[in-house]
């Protein structure tokens, strides 16, 4: 049964960038989609893209494609989410969610959630 | 405002069936499967059906989702308490290429 373990939480400086990481333990590892969701305090779901470690091939939601980066280490089992140019409006928590392939919407199981706070 | 619409929020007593709608268009629930989540008060999202109408093992029958044309729907039977929560739908967007996540349905249990 896999179990994904996100880092700490964050506070940075707006126009700062933040880089979150999402280990897996336990179940396979490459061969699946890592999704990064966010979530605004008191606000909804949004997805920031997905990496397939196996073939390293990345989806980054259009909004996010100038200051989203997602990436892989297969030989730790981790992935990392970096986000630049930090706003205010950036101030969610930030979940790592595992998924069968590239089928769109489908994350099983979810981390913990990482909350990323930028304050001046 | 979500692509995918959700009612802000939905009520029921215990033992009641409730039903969560989630509406879209021809480019997202109308071509794609349709996954629910259910996220309790400050912990992170639990997937309850998986291709609009499966359930992942754990997750109980009362929990059940449905899908037609470019709706899909959430039904919750025997409501009870600990029932209470957000709900979000959630699918792929080929036109906009993209996961789309519902708004989000408040669960309230009376």
């Known amino acids: 049964q896999v179990q994904l373990v996100q880092s700490g939480a964050e506070v940075k400086k707006p126009g700062s960038s933040v880089k979150v990481s999402c280990r897996a333990s336990g179940g396979t590892f490459s061969s699946y989609a890592f999704n990064w969701v966010r979530q605004a305090p008191g606000q909804g779901l949004e997805w920031l893209g997905w990496i397939i470690p196996v073939f390293g091939t990345t989806k980054t939601a259009q909004r996010f494609q100038d200051r989203v980066a997602i990436t892989a280490d297969e030989s730790t089992r981790t992935v990392y989410m970096e986000l630049t140019t930090l706003a205010s409006e950036d101030t969610a928590v930030y979940y790592c969610?595992?998924?069968?392939?590239?089928?769109?919407?489908?994350?099983?199981?979810w981390g913990q959630g990482t909350l990323v706070t930028v304050s001046s | 405002q979500s692509v995918l619409t959700q009612s802000p929020s939905a009520s029921g007593t215990p033992g009641q069936t409730v039903t969560i709608s989630c509406s879209g268009s021809?480019?997202?629930?109308?071509?794609?499967?349709v996954y629910w989540y259910q996220q309790l008060p400050g912990t992170a999202p639990r997937l309850l059906i998986y291709r609009s109408n499966q359930r992942p093992s754990g997750v109980p029958d009362r929990f059940s989702g449905s899908k037609s044309g470019t709706s899909a729907s959430l039904a919750i039977s025997g409501l009870r308490s600990d029932d209470e929560a957000d709900y979000y739908c959630a699918t792929w967007d080929d036109s906009l290429t993209t996961v789309l996540f519902g708004g989000g349905t408040k669960l309230t249990v009376l």
């Open positions: 969610a595992r998924g069968p392939g590239s089928t769109g919407g489908w994350f099983d199981p």
């Open positions: 021809r480019s997202n629930i109308g071509s794609y499967d």
